[in-house]
């Protein structure tokens, strides 16, 4: 399976901030959005950097409370892996597994186009093992 069967059926919304937005306003949108990363952009939808739960937790670890009111550039992972729609699903995993990261912006032609998330992956994994799971069964069932 590939990224664009999985933007396909997820969608391809992504929820961005803006580098200078403070990492207290990053926090209020994640808990809105109920996801676990955001997609930093700078001028024109570039990618910049990903702020994820992650990124949040370590800064209050080394800075305390004040971290909130920081902005996002100072906390976010700069160094941001990225795939496009044709990427398999298994190659995804190995690069998430590998990485120790699990949220991946989808790029296709320099513009941001959606995000995968560890979840989706482990979602499309599932539902293609029950179908191929059932097409044994049917296979048994027939022969």
């Known amino acids: 399976m590939t990224v664009k069967a999985v933007l396909a059926r997820k ?3 992504v929820t961005t901030v803006d580098p200078t937005a403070s990492v207290a306003a990053a926090v209020k949108l994640l808990g809105e959005q109920r996801i ?3 997609v930093v952009t700078g001028p024109e939808q570039h990618i910049v950097g990903i702020l994820s739960e992650r990124d949040i937790v370590r800064a209050l670890s080394v800075h305390g409370a004040e971290a909130l009111d920081r902005p996002v550039s100072e906390m976010m992972t700069r160094k941001v892996v990225t795939c496009n729609e044709r990427d398999t699903l298994h190659d995804l995993m190995e690069r998430m597994t ?3 990261f699990r949220h991946v912006p989808v790029v296709e032609q320099g513009k941001l186009a959606g995000i995968i998330s560890i979840g989706d992956v482990v979602k499309s994994r599932v539902e293609e093992m029950e179908h191929d799971t059932q097409v044994l069964q ?4 027939t022969a």
């Open 98 to 100: 590998a990485g120790k």
């Open 11 to 13: 969608g391809t919304n």
């Open 36 to 38: 676990g990363a955001l």
């Open 138 to 141: 049917d296979y048994i069932r």
